[in-house]
């Protein structure tokens, strides 16, 4: 019969005021990490990092802890208010192409449209045409298109520069016309004086591109109801009746006229202003007159109103 042989204790048991206890404990977690680690495909440098992760003290995790504590309390109780008051919305006046803008401060929700959103407007009859009125005396219009069924613009500002018949600048005249939604308007100048010089040559050109905002035609309830031309002697004189024929009054209202032949040539043009037309079917009536006969060649007459448009 053989003799037992006594198997040693193995088990890690607590110190006597010693790290002995500790040492055991930490010993078991590294078996434990290292075993895990062991079983799987792991590059040397992903198993040092994991094992760093998974050796972090509990001093070292409470430490982390609290600071993200102090973080988080830092963004809710001062980041937050501080955003709140130094945060300005976006708004169209801003400087500022943001919010749901095309632009700096136009498109979008903005009244202002950018300059991409727009057509600009159309100088027709090849520039600005003139009458001679009296002797070194002329009127002078160029007619405008605006091709822009939802776009108008107020103060728009133009010059007409005149030239005699060697090509020698003899004045300018500057001023501002409004465009109305999808309408034709008229840049008049009356009684331009050119020194008794020969006027050949009119050049019409905007001095800078028109401010467009977003708008409605506001003049379909005006109504041309008459027109009455007539020559007398060495002058001629039309009268247009307008009709209201909507409930609300119209005021400020310039009207422009073109004259033309049977060919379409414009034989003249001039315009007036009306203060007030009321409601409900007032009528008024625009005068115009010209110290010239123009010996029956007038045929048709175009009447171009105009108000300030409203912005939408």
């Not at 600009?120 to 298109?145: C, D, H, M, R, S």
């Not at 109504?223 to 307008?242: G, H, P």
Request: hydrophobic share 35%; glycine share 6%; proline share 6%.
């Amino acid at each position: 019969m053989e003799t037992p042989v006594p198997i040693p204790n193995t088990e890690v048991k607590c110190g006597c005021g010693d790290d002995t206890h500790m040492k055991g404990k930490v010993a078991s977690r590294q078996y434990k990490i290292f075993n895990s680690l062991e079983n799987r495909e792991t590059s040397p440098i992903f198993f040092l990092i994991c094992y760093n992760i998974f050796m972090s003290s509990w001093s070292t995790r409470r430490k982390t802890f609290y600071g993200s504590v102090v973080i988080i309390a830092i963004i809710l109780f001062i980041g937050v208010p501080a955003f709140y008051f130094l945060y300005t919305p976006p708004s169209c006046s801003d400087g500022k192409k943001n919010g749901n803008e095309l632009g700096i401060d136009c498109g979008g929700s903005c009244v202002k449209l950018c300059q991409s959103s727009f057509l600009p407007p159309q100088i027709a009859w090849g520039g600005a045409k003139f009458e001679k009125v009296v002797t070194g005396l002329y009127n002078v219009a160029a007619y405008i298109v605006n091709p822009n069924v939802s776009g108008a613009a107020v103060n728009v500002p133009y010059k007409i520069s005149f030239y005699d018949d060697r090509g020698i600048f003899i004045t300018e005249r500057q001023g501002k016309m409004t465009l109305s939604p999808h309408r034709n308007s008229l840049a008049f100048e009356t009684a331009v004086n050119v020194k008794q010089r020969v006027l050949v040559k009119a050049i019409f050109e905007f001095v800078q591109a028109p401010a467009w905002f977003q708008s409605h035609d506001t003049l379909e309830g005006l109504a041309v109801i008459d027109k009455k031309y007539e020559e007398e002697n060495a002058n001629s004189s039309l009268e247009v009746t307008l009709e209201n024929r909507t409930l609300y009054p119209y005021k400020n209202i310039d009207v422009s006229v073109v004259l033309y032949d049977s060919d379409g040539n414009v034989q003249g043009f001039s315009k007036t202003k009306i203060d007030n037309i009321n409601p409900k079917n007032g009528r008024e009536i625009a005068s115009f007159t010209w110290p010239i006969n123009r010996e029956g060649k007038v045929t048709s007459i175009e009447v171009m109103p105009v108000i300030n448009p409203v912005a939408d």
